[in-house]
């Protein structure tokens, strides 16, 4: 299976969203393989970390695509954590790449 393209959204337990422009940093900024218990890559297709602490990578964990499961976890983000982005609507792209894109340069830090 290839590498995860980027950029990466990632969503902890809560619910709150992570952008990460670079998948190769991963190590450099996620603690461990539990940090995170969702993730899609660039393309839409789900990701994973894993790894020991200060050696977690990111793994697909499909090829498919999860267009529809990667739009609702944003769309629930929005709602509940996006307090400070003006109108707490999700980009409304329909090419999903340009939706994923779309958030990453969206995204408003809590």
Request: aromatic share 8%; glycine share 6%.
């Given at each position: ?29 996620i603690?461990s ?14 990701v ?46 329909t ?6 894109r ?9």
């Amino acid at each position: 299976m290839t590498e995860p393209a980027d950029p990466v959204l990632l969503f902890d337990e809560d619910g709150r969203m992570f952008v990460l422009h670079d998948p190769a940093l991963a190590s450099d900024l996620i603690e461990s393989e539990n940090e995170f218990v969702e993730g899609y890559d660039g393309r839409g297709r789900p990701v994973r970390s894993c790894g020991e602490p200060g050696q977690v990578g990111l793994t697909l964990v499909a090829k498919a695509p999860h267009d529809q499961e990667l739009r609702k976890r944003v769309e629930r983000y929005y709602s509940i954590f996006a307090v400070r982005h003006p109108t707490r609507i999700p980009p409304q792209e329909t090419d999903l790449v340009a939706f994923i894109r779309a958030v990453a340069e969206d995204w408003v830090e809590e």
